[in-house]
């Protein structure tokens, strides 16, 4: 087996219809790589298949296998035994997981999807079901791990496999703190969206107006706004409630954004002070200004009467 082969490998089995296609779906959003019905003569060379350019020395992320009665070759009691050569010979965490299911829960399930039993084509599904639970009996004796699914709804079976699978940072969201410009559109596919529009306005002075909320003097300005402290406490307090709640329900991205006027001044600020907030709180953001370096125009400004000539 190559150097690089996975730690972590998990065969995932179990009964047709009992949820591996969603078991192995949710492992996928978790950050596992995922392989489903592979034929099992070839897991050696996938073990042995080199990395993809890119990923420097050692794949660390754990392996999932799919597998059940209509993977080629399958033999439970064979399954079993290769399990046991794999583990011996190179040391690596295999475990398995079975999902099992009530066969009347099974016979709705395909009622109500009007799908064939992959064993029963042309017979009534409860004989499939029979069939198979015959066939896998000896991999469901030697699973580790065992989900009955007769209960669990789809949503219920994806918490319980985060609950049991889910990896520190390898299954955290791709977090992504965003400012932008309101005068320039709203952005799409946002999860939180606050308006710093209250604040006190950098654009209004004619030595910060050429600046961004990068720089020192125009964040000096901005904080020295009375609401800034309260405002920005409450937000900060809001995200670190939230962002764990978004990862246990399985989001995969979190986009919170910031919006100004023009989107180079107060959001640019506000967003990169969250994020060193988020930073020290464990989380790990990535920042993005989508108008910080967006010409100041006129046009796109609110004018005020007898003031300068616009709202950043």
């Known amino acids: 087996m190559s150097d690089s082969a996975p730690k972590t490998i998990l065969l995932v089995s179990g009964l047709s219809g009992a949820g591996k296609t969603t078991a192995l779906k949710t492992l996928e959003d978790m950050g596992w790589e995922v392989v489903d019905n592979l034929p099992l003569v070839l897991l050696d060379r996938l073990l042995d298949t080199p990395l993809p350019a890119g990923h420097g020395g050692e794949d660390d992320r754990p392996l999932a296998l799919g597998i059940d009665a209509r993977t080629r070759g399958f033999d439970a009691n064979a399954i079993v035994q290769r399990i046991k050569a794999l583990r011996e010979r190179h040391g690596h965490d295999i475990e398995t997981l079975f999902l099992d299911c009530s066969g009347a829960e099974l016979e709705r399930r395909y009622a109500e999807t009007r799908r064939r039993h992959p064993l029963a084509q042309d017979r009534p599904a409860a004989d499939g079901i029979a069939r198979e639970r015959e066939l896998t009996e000896p991999l469901r004796r030697w699973s580790a791990q065992l989900i009955d699914t007769t209960s669990l709804s789809t949503n219920a079976l994806q918490q319980e496999m985060r609950a049991r699978f889910a990896r520190e940072q390898l299954s955290d969201p791709v977090l992504t703190i965003l400012s932008f410009g309101y005068s320039r559109g709203v952005p799409r596919n946002v999860d939180l969206m606050f308006d710093m529009r209250f604040l006190r306005n950098p654009f209004w002075d004619e030595d910060l107006r050429p600046k961004t909320g ?73 920042v993005s200004h989508r108008n910080m370096e967006s010409a100041p125009q006129d046009s796109l400004e609110k004018r005020r009467p007898g003031g300068p000539k616009a709202i950043s």
């Open 214 to 286: 990068l720089d020192a003097d125009v964040a000096a300005y901005i904080q020295a706004d009375p609401a800034y402290q309260e405002a920005l406490g409450k937000i900060q307090d809001l995200l670190t409630t939230l962002l764990p709640r978004y990862a246990e329900a399985g989001k995969t991205y979190i986009t919170v954004a910031f919006g100004c006027t023009g989107g180079r001044h107060r959001s640019v600020h506000v967003a990169e002070h969250v994020a060193r907030y988020l930073q020290d709180a464990g989380f790990s953001p990535t």
